[in-house]
């Protein structure tokens, strides 16, 4: 018979261990369709009509406002305020509810007996019902908990800071990344469609070099030359079309366009002006140890780090815990069914003592490891202070050379159309002259677009920010507004030392 009980207990935690069994399924097509098209349709809902050529600034204010990456710091912004609210809460006294029914299937009966005959003193009786309803409603309030817990919720204040921090350098980043993409978009705009007439132009010089051929008219060597001067030509063309064909599409992410979205660029002006820094370097300096998000974020950890020391001081004091709870009983054989308690003691772990020790030399060794993290980080933050002032001295001096050349080559390409006309010279010298009249433009433009780009690098490695602390309202168009106007001012050399930095708040 045992046996049989054995095979059933077996059978029974077997069945038990399987219907436990865990299985993942995969995720059906049908629900990654659905999440897909639910997706787009959230990635760019809610966004203000494009009905105009994208300006500049107009281009970063869409960045700033609907650019995900953007979008997402701001949320996790919000889940940081969240999260600094919650852990004020754990300064608060603990306080448990308990109600429920208790009985059991006999009588809760006891006797007493003597300690010194052995013999039975009293009758089993009770004091207890078998059914019974009770009740407790207890505070605790310990001191030492509620100290470490207000130095925690200062911590999460600053974790919350540092949150803002890092959403200044993505905002600093994005901006820098549309800065770039606009200009090499708009040097696409100007050069595409003479690149695409350029092209038809030699597309139909070598359909007519073919028709020759075929005629056997002219020397074949040199027609095969010709043809091939004329393939070069477009394999040139088509080289300058692939680098530039791309930079929109590189604006639109940064935008959140869609990105079957043809849009229009406002008409940039016949001329070049050259950005100018109205600031020195030494204000530059001060500027950028000052307001970059790396290095306020690292005061931000040298403060958690500098917290963590007085939690693991505190954790070595006895705590004083205050009790206050009132219960209810059902039992009819209280005398006082329900009843109020209070209490006041003191706790304290003395293996605290020994560990506290090892954990106030850690969170210092952590400060000193900030300390020297953070003077580390500002070495590198002039250095790339620097590297960006060379760059755009270097950029200045490369657009010259491409402004200088661009300017010869179009005094050349009208002497040789002079020349076609009068039939002087060929139709393949006159094609490769404006080719030559092509490409340096096109060095031109994108020499201006490096320049512009170099110019907004210097203020990214300030780490001023391009937007005031508040806005007039959320609109693009006046978004776009604070921005030029805040560029204007570091134009005229006005840096604001306070722009955009979040003030120190602790709970």
């Known amino acids: 018979m045992n046996k049989h009980y054995k095979v059933l207990a077996v059978s029974m935690l077997a069945a038990a261990i399987g219907g436990c069994a865990v299985t993942s399924q995969p995720i059906e097509r049908a629900a990654s369709e659905q999440r897909a098209q639910e997706d787009l349709a959230s990635m760019f809902s809610g966004q203000e009509p494009l009905s105009a050529p994208l300006t500049l600034h107009q281009a970063m204010a869409r960045a700033v406002k609907y650019n995900l990456e953007a979008r997402l710091k701001v949320m996790e912004e919000a889940l940081a305020e969240r999260q600094v609210d919650l852990s004020r809460l754990d300064m608060l006294p603990r306080m448990a509810l308990d109600a429920g029914y208790a009985g059991r299937n006999n009588v809760s009966a006891s006797s007493s007996r003597s300690i010194r005959t052995g013999t039975q003193s009293l009758e089993p009786s009770t004091s207890q019902d078998r059914d019974r309803e009770v009740g407790d409603l207890t505070m605790v309030w310990n001191v030492l908990d509620f100290g470490v817990s207000y130095v925690s919720a200062q911590q999460q204040g600053d974790q919350r800071l540092i949150v803002q921090e890092r959403r200044r350098k993505v905002l600093h980043t994005i901006i820098q990344d549309v800065r770039s993409a606009y200009w090499r978009a708009l040097a696409a705009d100007r050069l595409l469609v ?9 597309d139909q010089a070598r359909q007519n070099s073919l028709r020759m051929s075929e005629q056997r008219i002219g020397d074949p060597v040199q027609s095969l030359g010709y043809q091939r001067a004329l393939i070069e030509a477009t394999r040139q063309l088509e080289q300058q079309r692939r680098a530039l064909s791309l930079a929109k599409t590189e604006l639109a992410a940064l935008i959140n366009l869609p990105m079957n979205t043809h849009f229009e660029l406002a008409p940039a002006s016949d001329s070049y002006p050259v950005p100018t820094l109205g600031t020195d370097m030494a204000v530059l300096e001060q500027e950028a140890l000052v307001n970059r998000p790396e290095l306020r974020e690292q005061d931000y950890q040298a403060r958690i780090g500098a917290a963590e020391t007085r939690k693991a001081m505190l954790r070595m004091l006895p705590g004083l815990e205050f009790s206050l709870g009132g219960h209810y009983d059902s039992n009819s ?13 003191v706790t304290w772990n003395l293996f605290n003592l020994l560990s506290a020790p090892a954990a106030i030399d850690a969170a210092k060794a952590s400060e000193e490891v900030v300390t020297l993290r953070r003077q580390a980080m500002s070495m590198a933050i002039l250095a790339q202070l620097y590297v960006a002032n060379a760059n755009l001295q270097e950029a ?3 657009f010259a050379t491409s402004e200088q050349l661009a300017s010869l080559d179009q005094q050349i390409a009208e002497q040789l159309r002079n020349r076609h006309k009068a039939q002087g010279i060929g139709e393949l010298e006159l094609i490769q002259g404006e080719l030559n009249l092509l490409q340096a433009n096109l060095r031109r433009d994108l020499a201006y677009a490096d320049l512009r780009n170099a110019y907004g690098q210097v203020f990214a490695s300030v780490g001023l920010d391009p937007l005031p602390e508040e806005l007039s309202s959320d609109q693009i168009d006046d978004i776009a507004q604070a921005l030029a106007n805040r560029e204007a001012e570091w134009q005229a050399g006005k840096l604001s030392v306070d722009a955009g930095l979040p003030e120190s708040t602790t709970p």
Do not use: C, H, P, T
């Open 333 to 345: 054989f209280l005398v006082n069914q329900s009843w109020a308690d209070y209490g006041v003691k």
């Open 396 to 398: 200045a001096r490369q």
């Open 194 to 202: 003479q690149i695409d007439q350029q092209m038809e132009r030699v």
